[in-house]
């Protein structure tokens, strides 16, 4: 069993940048392809990105140019930088790992003046 925990959300203003960080309880996170996801109050959960185990990186055309995801496998780690964010990027973000179905708690982002 995976366990995925989320940190770095927060209230930022537009414009501004956030990193976020996702931890798995796993040793093998190495050979995961990981996924990040957002859910926004009263819509469905939609993917943002993802990383592969070799590094290969894919976006949504909501974020393509100002998100970058990256993996830190020796702390089993994934990041979600954010930059120019905008009020439309305020959601609660995700981490997911498909191979074990596996989905971290959450974190919220805020983009407000």
């Known amino acids: 069993q995976v366990q995925l925990v989320e940190s770095g959300g927060g209230l930022v203003q537009p414009g501004g940048s956030l990193r976020l960080s996702c931890a798995a309880s796993?040793?093998?996170?190495?050979?995961?392809?990981m996924s990040w996801y957002r859910q926004a109050p009263g819509k469905q959960r939609e993917w943002v990105g993802g990383?592969?185990?070799?590094?290969?990186?894919t976006y949504a055309d909501s974020v393509k140019g100002r998100f970058t995801i990256s993996r830190e496998n020796a702390k089993n780690t994934v990041y979600l930088q954010m930059n120019s964010l905008k009020p439309e990027d305020t959601a609660t973000y995700y981490c997911?790992?498909?191979?074990?179905?596996?989905w971290g708690q959450g974190t919220q982002v805020t983009v407000s003046s």
């Open positions: 997911y790992a498909p191979a074990r179905g596996a």
């Open positions: 796993t040793t093998i996170f190495s050979i995961f392809a």
């Open positions: 990383i592969t185990s070799g590094g290969t990186t």
